[in-house]
């Protein structure tokens, strides 16, 4: 005996919108918060050292010896 299931209306369009939209958002905050990091925390290699802030490195001292 053939088991009907079409007895179910599926609209295949509505399904799955909801968890599509939240995953396109939660990869662009997980863009933007890696833009912002290295934005704030980038630093040039040939930048000298001496131009860093103040607290970044405790002092040039513990780095060289």
């Not at 939209?21 to 990091?37: D, H, N, V």
């Not at 290295?38 to 001496?50: A, D, G």
Request: hydrophobic fraction near 50%.
């Amino acid at each position: 005996m053939a088991e009907r299931y079409a007895s179910v209306a599926v609209d295949n369009n509505r399904q799955g919108w909801g968890v599509a939209a939240f995953i396109c958002l939660l990869a662009l905050a997980a863009a933007f918060t890696a833009w912002t990091i290295h934005k704030r925390t980038y630093q040039h290699p040939r930048m000298p050292i001496n131009t860093i802030q103040h607290g970044a490195v405790a002092s040039a001292e513990a780095v060289v010896g």
